[in-house]
């Protein structure tokens, strides 16, 4: 396999073949390469508002009292990242084909607080990370379906319908899939 091939893709967890947390996850593919693989769950809204925990951080919040803060992955859950439209010039991002970034510095997370940030983001704690052969092994193993991502559905399609919607671009539904599908 490439080892770049799933970047600026979503992995989609097999039914039956992915369990725990990342059941039902539409991951992000942020990097892929020689080293492993990064992302972001999509599709698996914490507790924890944006707004509070931007007042958390002593940061004036002018957004939705309802806007989540995603679970991102299992990996640095005390760190937040903002998976955005690459607008803006901020201190610490991640430039993703696509026009996608993900971005770390609090800076981006003052101008989100202000209305000043990017036209569309999506804020997680933590990050889904894989080891060198990692991925392609899961991948082997029928865990997890790619896609090509859509900025839409990371940011427009309703949390409940991100995993559906994201199999729909291959023109499968989830009834279609079992998790005991073989190895063409």
Known sequence: MDATQF???FLLAMP???EGEFADSVTFVAEHNADGAMGLVINKPSDLAVADMLS???IEAHVARDMPVYWGGPIQTERGFVLHRDEGDWE???HIDGGLAITTSRDILEAIGNGFGPSAFL???GYAG???G???QEMLANSWLSTPADQSIIFESPVERRWADAAGL???SAHQLSGLAGHA
Request: cysteine-free.
């Open 123 to 125: 804020i997680t704690l």
């Open 56 to 58: 958390q951080l002593d």
């Open 170 to 172: 291959l023109g499968v």
């Open 16 to 18: 039956g073949r992915v």
């Open 7 to 9: 970047k600026n893709q």
């Open 134 to 136: 990692q991925l392609e």
């Open 130 to 132: 894989w080891g060198d």
């Open 92 to 94: 610490s991002s991640l």
